[in-house]
Structure formats: structure tokens, C-alpha cells
């Protein structure tokens, strides 16, 4: 028997336009109200036949393990073991999406592989199947699925699309040392103590998605995680501050950080705002990135006729 060609899904990076956080449940999860919205930072995974399951970074994030930690690991084995599937995989991960950056790099290597494994070795799971084996995964791993733009509630694993009008531009302010979302969570509770309110989506932020004016949007753009991260890693108020001096309509932390999201008016704004942010060299690397995008998709079966 021939074996099958190789699949190559692309999953994309997300930010949070908004993202408000309860206090932690018996388990240590905060319940979220977040708007999530998928921006064109990939992650290229290509499945390969293979023994077993196994898994080589490329880009970056080189030095990650590649153990039963990897979350893309993790992923192919728990599609095997929940489809009884002997067939194994060698995967190929393109890592563009920043590690420990807040903007879910792991959670979309994840979804990938649940696609594509599930193209490669034909369990025909239905969309709604891989979506209940993303939230086993990782409370972002369902939005990576998803992608476009979407209101995400539970632990942020259960995921709407909403609407959202037209594209919006973002310059990306990248650190080379990530943040620990865990940690952040803590900081967070810290700071807030116990009795605050359930999360609740910040409706004034979803109509002003279906108008599609980033300078409508930019006010309400807000993140609960953004002051802990701060505690943790004061500098990214420089980071925030260059944003603003840029002429940015508005720039917050991307989910529990360290990337700051800064929102443009347009294509040629986003990179005279990323030109300004970089020259003020108060981050690693500084990318611009537009959003929505949709979510884990096959790019080709490699070789396919
Ligand atoms: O679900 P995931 O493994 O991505 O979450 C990583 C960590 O982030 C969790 O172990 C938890 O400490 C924290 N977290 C949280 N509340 C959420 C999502 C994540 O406290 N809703």
C-alpha cells in the first residue's frame, strides 16, 4: 500500500479586542468574556506519515520540546488514542506566531494538527468532534479552529463567531522572552482580590465590530490581564507609551502578554506606526498583521493530483 500524501494545515495567531476575567473556579480557571479575533501570523504544520508521533520545529521556537509537553503532540496522540487509529505521524511545525507571547502560538499549532492528522489518517471527525478535542487540549485551541472573529466565554473555550465588518491593521510588538499565562493569572488575582463579578461581553465593543470603523473600535478595546502583566513586566509600559507616541488608535497587551497590539487606521498607518515603535527599540521585533483571518484550514494535501 502507497502512503498517503503529506497534509499542510495553517492556523493563525489570535488577539484579544477584549478580554475580561472572574475570579478562578475550584480548578484555578478564571471564566472569561473575551472577543478574540484571529490576525495573519501563522503556523504552518505539515503531517507526514510516519511511526508513532513525532515532531520537528522549524522557525520560531526551535529550542521547544518536543516530548509529550508539545502541545501538537499532545494533539495527534489524543485524536490516536480517541479514534483508535494505529497510524502514526512525523510532524513538521513552521512556528511564526511568537512562544509565550500571549497571542496562543501553542494553541494553534494544536488545532492544526488536530486537522490535519485527522485529513492524513481519514478518522473524518466532524467539525464539532475536533472542536470538543480543542477544549481538551487548551482553552484557546477551539478559537484556532474557528478563527475569524468570535466571542469566547466559559475558560474561553466556548466559542460564537461574531460579526465584524472590514479588515483592521495591527502592528505587533514582539519581546524574545514570554510570559507565563499561568503566572499572569496569578498576578492577576493578586491584584484583584476575591468578589468581583462574572465576566460579561462588552456589547458596546461587537457593534462597533459590525461598523467596521477602527477608530470606532479603538475606545473599547480593554484587557483584565493587562495591569498583572505590567506588574510582572513593568517595561511593556514603555512598549504601550511608543505606541501611543506613534500615533496608534489605541494599544493594549495581547492576551496575558508580553506582545503589545497596537490598532492602525489602515495599511500605510500600521507601517509608519511599526517604523516609530521600532525605532524606539523598546521591542525584540515589531511586525504589522491584519485580522480577521479565518481559522485552521488545509493549504494542500503535498503532492496531491
Ligand atoms: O487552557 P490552557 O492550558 O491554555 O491554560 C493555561 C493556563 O492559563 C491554565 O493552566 C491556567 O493557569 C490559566 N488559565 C486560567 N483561566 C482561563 C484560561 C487559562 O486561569 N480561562
Known amino acids: 500500500m502507497t502512503s498517503p500524501p503529506p497534509v499542510h494545515v495553517r492556523a493563525p495567531g489570535k488577539i484579544n479586542l477584549s478580554l475580561r476575567a472572574g475570579p478562578p473556579d475550584t480548578e484555578g480557571y478564571h471564566p472569561l468574556a473575551t472577543v478574540f479575533q484571529a490576525v495573519s501570523l501563522y503556523e504552518d504544520v505539515v503531517a507526514h506519515p510516519g511511526q508513532g508521533v513525532s515532531v520537528q520545529i522549524n522557525g520560531r521556537g526551535a529550542d521547544l520540546p518536543t516530548d509529550t509537553t508539545n502541545l501538537a503532540v499532545r494533539a495527534a496522540g489524543l485524536l490516536r488514542s480517541s479514534t483508535g487509529t494505529e497510524d502514526g505521524v512525523r510532524l513538521e ?12 502560538g501553542g494553541s494553534a499549532d494544536a488545532a492544526a494538527t488536530l486537522l490535519a492528522c485527522d485529513q492524513l489518517w481519514g ?28 466571542v469566547g466565554t466559559g475558560r474561553g473555550d466556548v466559542v460564537t463567531p461574531a460579526m465584524s ?14 510570559l507565563s499565562t499561568p503566572e499572569v493569572f496569578r498576578a492577576l488575582d493578586e491584584g484583584a482580590g ?96 491584519t485580522g480577521p483571518v479565518p481559522g485552521a484550514r488545509v493549504v494542500e494535501r503535498v503532492g496531491a493530483q
Not at 465588518?165 to 514570554?178: I, N, S
Open 93 to 104: 511545525l513552521t512556528k511564526a506566531v511568537p512562544v509565550a507571547g500571549g497571542m496562543a
Open 123 to 150: 478518522t473524518g471527525r466532524t467539525r464539532e468532534e475536533l472542536v470538543a478535542l480543542a477544549a481538551r487540549l487548551g482553552a484557546d485551541v477551539p478559537f484556532a479552529l474557528t478563527g475569524m472573529t468570535a
Open 165 to 178: 465588518r472590514g479588515t483592521y491593521h495591527w502592528v505587533l510588538a514582539l519581546q524574545d522572552e514570554g
Open 194 to 289: 476575591p468578589g468581583r463579578p462574572q465576566p460579561e461581553v462588552d456589547e458596546d465593543l461587537l457593534a462597533a465590530l459590525v461598523g467596521g470603523d477602527a477608530t470606532a473600535l479603538a475606545p473599547h478595546l480593554g484587557n483584565d490581564l493587562q495591569e498583572p502583566a505590567l506588574d510582572l513586566r513593568p517595561e511593556l509600559g514603555d512598549v504601550l507609551a511608543a505606541c501611543h507616541r506613534a500615533g496608534a488608535l489605541a494599544a493594549l497587551v495581547s492576551g496575558s502578554g508580553p506582545t503589545v497590539v497596537a490598532l492602525a487606521l489602515d495599511g500605510p498607518h500600521a507601517r509608519s506606526v511599526a517604523e516609530v515603535v521600532r525605532a524606539a527599540e523598546v521591542a525584540d521585533e515589531v511586525l504589522t498583521a
